[in-house]
Structures are given as C-alpha cells and as structure tokens.
C-alpha cells in the first residue's frame, strides 16, 4: 500500500509526564472516639477548626439525680450508660442546679445507669440534675480544645468506631478497622483515650505492637501512668505521655505532643525539628519540686511528658523529651519515615511516567540509571530537610543482577536497590567540663 504524502513538514507528538500529588500520609492523624460522636460507626470526618469537632459531638444525655458525698458525686442516669462496671470516662456536667455540679470529670461507672465523679466542696443538694456528655464525647472534646490550642497549621480526624462496652472491645474494633482500612494506609498516628490505658494496658500494647517493625510507620499517642508506662517498653510504635497531677479536668496533655507530630512538613525552608524541647500551650506542667522521682522515672522509661523551660530561663512549658517507647527520638523515626514514603512514591511515579514517554523507560542499566537518580534525588531531599544525616542509595548493575537472578528479568522484577539512611538526632543533654583555675599574679 502505497504512502500517504501530505504538505505536512513537521509532525509534534506530545507524551505527558505528570508530577506525583505529594503524600500528606505524615500530617494525617485521627482522635480515636468509641461512640462519642454523631459520625457513623467505621467512619471518619476531617476537621480543621476545634468548632468543627464540636458539632460532632454526642448529644448531651439527661441525668435524673446526682447526690453528693464525702467528696464523691453519684450520678443517676435516665438510659442506660453502656459500659461496663469500672470503667472510666470524661464527661461534660451541664444545665445542673446548683452550678457548682457543672463541669468536666474523670468519672467511673458504677453501674447500669450510675457512675461517680470527684467534686472536693458539697455543692448543695441537686435540684436541677442537667445533662451528662456521654462516653468518649468529653475525650474528644478535651482533646480537640487542647489540639487546637497549638495552632492552626494542620487539621485532625475524627475516627468513629461505635459505642463499645470496654475497652478490650474498643481496642479490637480499632485493630479492625486499621486492618480493613490499609492498603492504602488512611492515618499515621492515632490519639487514644486514656481510658483505653486505665482498664487494659496490657491489651493495648499487645495490639500496638503489630506494627512496632521498623517499616511500621503507624503510631499510637497513649495516655498512661507511672505505674503503667513499662507496659509499653520497647514499643516503637508507642507514644506514650504520663500528665502532670495538677492539669485542668479540661485539659488533654497528649494532644501537644499529637499535634506537633502532624504538623511537621519538612522542607527546604521548613527543616524537621525535634519533638523535643517544642513549646506547649494550654496545659499545666508538672511541678519538679516533691515530683521529681515520677518525673525521673518517666523521662528513664521513655516516657514524655509536659515541664517549662525553667533551666534556660524560658517560663514557657515543653514536651520532654519528645521519644518514642523504644527510646529513639520520635523526630528520628519520622525522619526514616519520611524517606520511606517519599521514595516509595517517587519510583512508583518514575516507572508509570516511564510506560508514556518517549524513549520508554526500559528493564536496562540505562533505567536501573534512571531509577537510581530518582531514589538518590529523594535521599538528598531527606538530608536537606532535616529527616536524615546522610542517605545513599545504591543498586546492583544490570549484567550482575540478571546473571544472579535469571527469572526475575523475565518477570521484570528488580531487587536490586538498597539504601542507607542515617537518621537525624537532635540534643537532648550536654555536659561541659569546667577548669576553674585560680589565678597567680
């Protein structure tokens, strides 16, 4: 068949390579509710303002009684609570008479429809018994004011697993719906209820160890105590916080240190800090003097938790020392992360772009080339924005690879990359020897 000439001189094909959405995987974290909010059980809501979180709340339940004594409010509730005996949660009091009723507590159920709280002053005999903040409303509201206390540069979820009468029960829901909800991967950090650490610790680091591997990357933020910090050790995928004992009822001490993970978007212009030393806003510290032996023992167990700048002269309160449960610096484990993800999307995006253009990229040392020039590219990226001290990436030659591996060419599989990364520390304490010398004339 004879060609087709046209007056044409010059034909232009056009391929496009696009530019991958960059991963906010790492700025995106979810308060964890069980039951705390009008939000469909398995379901998830992005809020960027604490007034956002609010309107999801639960609807304040009706109390029909409270009577006072010995420091201790009974409640009675008109519907049943739905937890179990024992069981601890943050609520809201509201609408009561007398007013000193109203407020946010600790509380403990005691049964069906009871549960106490601690109040040091007899308000008086209740006539009016108001509304109660039903289980997880009150946590969520707490953490979201505490939250957004830090600033604005980044939103939270809220995640809604339905109401669960223990806390066993809520761990196991959460585990679900991390496993049906993982590929791809939805949140990088979860904030818990401290209940959750109160009733079962143990359960809990049983769950959160599932991703303690160093490829993890998921991270749990757990309220918990002195006595039940150790029941984390070890655990890289635990951020655990013990607050001060003098911290408002309003006050969510972990919501700092959770903000402050989200917010980090390492860049040229915007290195990662440490999580250590970060200032923190709206909540108490803790008080050194007649503390310091919990405070020692916290900061020894890789805990964290809220004290001033007091020894540099700054009055402002601090994360200390910013660590995760296995001792590592939290910002180091961000820092790996973020090369992890960042290098994963940028080979992926190469080899797609690599199908439509023109020359292809190809199963050759030329794309092994090309390949390793993006990989290395992200590992510069990662020393120049303060998640590593140095990053190299390195892959076996075409020839090599092939000839070890002679059915993997056929199956256009490549194992041949490798990278070492050396994560980015930050000071945590110094010591300075001093010669004081007398001086002779």
Known sequence: MATTITPTIVTVNTTVTRAPTVSQLQQSGAIVSAGGTTLTAGTYQYC????????????????????????????TTAATIGLATGQTFTTIIAGATPAAYNGTYSATVTGANTFTFALATNPGTETVPGTYLPSNAGFISNSATTFFAQGNAVGVYVLELGAQTTAASAITALQTWI???????????????????????????????????????TYFFVTTTVSNLPNYANNKAV???????????????????????????????????????RYAYGVTPWAQVGNQTNINTVLTNYGNLILTGAEGGISTACIFKGTTMDGEQAAWWYGIDWFRIQVKQALAAAIINGSNSNPPLLYDQNGINTLLAVAQNVANSAVKFGCALSA?????????????????????????FSATVVGQNAFLTLTLNLDATQFVA
């Open 179 to 217: 496993t049906a909800n993982s590929n791809p991967q939805v949140f990088y950090a979860y904030l818990l209820p401290a209940a959750w650490d109160a009733a079962s610790s143990a359960a809990l680091n049983t769950m959160t160890a599932n991703y303690d591997s160093p490829s993890g990357q």
């Open 239 to 277: 951020y655990a916080q013990v607050p001060s004992p003098t911290k408002a009822s309003t006050e969510h001490q972990l919501s700092v240190d959770f903000y402050n993970w989200l917010a980090n978007k390492p860049g040229s212009s915007n290195p990662l800090a440490p999580m250590s030393y």
């Open 48 to 75: 960027g303002t604490l007034s956002a979180v609010q309107a999801l709340l639960a609807t304040p339940l009706a109390l029909t009684g409270m009577v006072w004594s010995s420091g201790t409010v009974t409640a």
């Open 392 to 416: 190299v990436v390195t892959a076996v030659p075409f020839s090599t690879y092939t000839t070890e591996n002679p059915n993997d060419y056929n199956a256009g599989i490549y194992n041949g």
